[in-house]
């Protein structure tokens, strides 16, 4: 009978190793799960802020392009009239920071979202965008976007 007692104690788990095996079980899946879903959140707000980019490289090449072929600029109310030859562009700021061009003669409309535009503003024939604290171009202060234009008379 001792032979017996003594083999069946070399084999398999015993409630001890139980005990031991399932907290740590445990705690290595809750890790991983977190480890999950931290890792799926950073790749969606890495692809929101890569959409961010884009949206405002291209709203500063076309407002780049804008001013350099203008033949006059004028702001009212956060809203920039750009006077060309064939007809007037504007530039509004939506209450979400999006940026909206308004092609010439209100034929076209871009808008580009998520860019956290908060003032244009005009100083020395150039055109500059405030961002709003915070953003992604902006992470700590109030960053200032310039695009120069083309000499005026």
């Known amino acids: 009978m001792n032979d017996l007692t003594r083999q069946y104690n070399q084999r398999g788990f015993t409630l001890m190793h139980m005990l031991v095996a399932l907290p740590l079980l445990s705690v290595f899946l809750f890790i991983g799960s977190k480890l999950f879903i931290t890792n799926n959140r950073l790749?969606?707000?890495?692809?929101?802020?890569?959409?961010?980019?884009?949206?405002?490289?291209?709203?500063?090449?076309?407002?780049?392009?804008?001013?350099?072929?203008?033949?006059?600029?004028?702001?009212?109310?956060?809203?920039?009239?750009?006077?060309?030859?064939?007809?007037?562009?504007?530039?509004?700021?939506?209450?979400r920071g999006g940026l909206t061009r308004i092609g010439l003669n209100g034929k076209t409309r871009h808008t580009f979202n998520g860019i956290g535009t908060t003032a244009i503003e005009i100083r020395n024939n150039a055109v500059s965008l405030a961002l709003r604290q915070g953003t992604f171009l902006c992470p700590t202060s109030r960053a200032i976007v310039t695009t120069t234009g083309a000499s005026q008379p």
């Open 43 to 95: 790749f969606r707000e890495a692809d929101s802020a890569e959409q961010r980019l884009i949206h405002t490289e291209q709203a500063l090449k076309m407002l780049h392009t804008d001013v350099w072929l203008s033949a006059g600029l004028q702001l009212k109310d956060n809203r920039l009239t750009v006077k060309q030859s064939g007809g007037d562009i504007r530039w509004e700021i939506d209450g």
